[in-house]
């Protein structure tokens, strides 16, 4: 069993920047492809971006791609989710996952998932 707990989100005005943590609660985290998902009111989860357990591979939604980053500091068992230009349709709760395979946006590919943290964009 992995825990996951994400962290950093909150409110922000648009064109902003927020930092979110996933943060695991097992060493063999290092061994876990990483994803962040994200769930507006009234909509279906989505997928937002992944990496790879060694970091050498990621992958983003069209949507992100070219504001968000994902990173992972396997020593501090924690993966990361850098937001810059934040846009209102951000709005979501944002949930950090992990499974063994690395399958980018497969969302069944994902065996532990965390409660989430709200981001809020504002106008």
């Known amino acids: 069993q992995v825990q996951l707990v994400e962290s950093g989100g909150g409110l922000v005005q648009a064109g902003g920047s927020l930092r979110l943590s996933c943060a695991a609660s097992r060493r063999t985290f290092s061994r876990y492809a990483v994803g962040w998902f994200r769930q507006a009111p009234g909509k279906e989860r989505e997928f937002v971006a992944a990496?790879?357990?060694?970091?050498?591979?990621?992958c983003y939604a069209d949507s992100v791609k070219g504001r968000f980053t994902i990173s992972r500091d396997n020593a501090k068992n924690t993966a990361y989710l850098q937001m810059n230009s934040l846009q209102l349709e951000d709005t979501a709760v944002y949930y950090c996952?992990?499974?063994?395979?690395?399958?980018?946006?497969?969302?069944?590919?994902?065996?532990?998932w965390g409660q989430g943290t709200q981001v809020t964009v504002s106008s």
């Open positions: 990496i790879r357990w060694s970091g050498s591979s990621t």
């Open positions: 996952a992990a499974g063994e395979n690395y399958y980018c946006s497969a969302y069944g590919s994902y065996d532990y």
